[in-house]
């Protein structure tokens, strides 16, 4: 069936450091989500994205955040700088349409900033 | 904003018996709500989803209970095998939003043979 690819599964890097995590939604789907999830709690909404514009964003989602599709290829989270607390597993999720579709979740790339 | 609350964080039941996991919301404009699965190292993967009053919704081996009245959430696995050994999460949606889903805390299920 279809899947939403994350790429790398992990990432190491320095505190202060930029990173960006990688998503290949699934080719049809218009919405695009980032979750976190911290080891042993819950998963947190992030933001999501639609027609090239962030719909809504959590307080997680702090001003070093930022995503973007650029013509289509990987929907992206970058964080710059980065900072310990955000260690944790960033999962990318896309659907067609809200309210009643389920979204479909990647794999998750899990970030450890040291 | 919406609240959702899962209980019990932790679940160990034998194979064969039953295990019940509830989540209570507190946004009466919840209307879609979600189970999925988690495995270790995994991703999420549906199990349900279910968007009407107090509506039964039956899987393979696996019935979700939704009380609107209530605003109470429930997944009943009704004879839980060593396969079923994950975390479970409910999430719920609010009506007309922009697909955000509110997730519980999960819960650990455990399944020994």
């Known amino acids: 069936g279809p899947k939403v690819l994350q790429i790398p599964s992990h990432q190491i890097i320095d505190m202060g450091q930029m990173v960006t995590l990688n998503c290949d939604p699934v080719s049809n789907h218009l919405y695009f989500y980032w979750y976190k999830q911290i080891l042993g709690q819950q998963m947190e909404f992030l933001v999501n994205?639609?027609?090239?514009?962030?719909?809504?964003k959590s307080k997680l989602f702090k001003d070093q955040f930022s995503v973007e599709r650029p013509d289509g290829s990987y929907f992206t989270l970058k964080i710059q700088p980065t900072a310990l607390e955000d260690s944790a597993v960033y999962f990318c999720a896309s659907s067609n349409r809200v309210g009643n579709q389920a979204p479909l979740f990647g794999e998750g790339t899990r970030l450890s900033v040291l | 904003g919406e609240q959702v609350e899962q209980r019990p964080p932790h679940l160990s039941v034998r194979e064969g018996d039953s295990a019940v996991i509830t989540c209570t919301y507190t946004d009466p404009n919840s209307y879609y709500f979600f189970w999925y699965k988690q495995e270790p190292g995994a991703s999420l993967q549906l199990l349900m989803k279910v968007f009407s009053s107090t509506e039964i919704n039956e899987g393979q081996g696996f019935t979700v209970l939704l009380n609107k009245k209530d605003k109470r959430l429930s997944l009943n696995l009704t004879a839980a095998h060593p396969g079923d050994s994950a975390a479970y999460f409910c999430a719920v949606s609010i009506t007309g939003n922009t697909g955000k889903l509110i997730f519980g805390l999960g819960t650990t299920l455990q399944v020994q043979p």
């Open positions: 994205f639609y027609n090239g514009k962030v719909m809504e």
